[in-house]
């Protein structure tokens, strides 16, 4: 049974930092890249980041470039998020979800993930 659990959300000021989880089951871990979206109220879902499982090339959003760094914990089938320098326009909820590889076109990250996991919110207060 494939298990994605995003964890690490809550209430933070802005410039803050937040670190969100993504623990896996169910599946093996080495051979699926991770990616991160959100989704904010009345928007679209947006790709944040994904990190692949062949050699762990990471790809970020424009929004997020240089804040974000995706990271993997291969052994804890753990996927992490840090985020720094958080504004308010990153309030979302996130979600973690697996894919055998990132699909990206331009700078977008796509969401034709196979698994998803529920989210974590994210509210970043001004």
């Known amino acids: 049974d494939v298990q994605l659990q995003a964890s690490g959300g809550g209430l933070v000021q802005a410039g803050g930092s937040l670190r969100l989880s993504c623990a896996a089951s169910?599946?093996?871990?080495?051979?699926?890249?991770i990616g991160w979206f959100r989704q904010a109220p009345g928007k679209e879902r947006e790709g944040v980041s994904c990190?692949?499982?062949?050699?762990?090339?990471?790809y970020y959003g424009d929004s997020v470039k240089g804040r974000f760094t995706i990271s993997r914990d291969n052994a804890k089938n753990t996927v992490y998020l840090r985020m720094n320098n958080l504004k308010p326009e990153d309030t979302a909820v996130y979600y973690c979800?697996?894919?055998?590889?990132?699909?990206?076109?331009?700078?977008?990250?796509?969401?034709?993930?196979?698994?998803w996991g529920k989210g974590t919110l994210v509210t970043v207060s001004s």
């Open positions: 979800a697996a894919d055998s590889g990132c699909t990206v076109i331009g700078s977008a990250i796509l969401g034709v993930m196979d698994y």
């Open positions: 169910g599946f093996t871990f080495d051979d699926y890249a």
């Open positions: 990190i692949s499982s062949s050699d762990g090339t990471t």
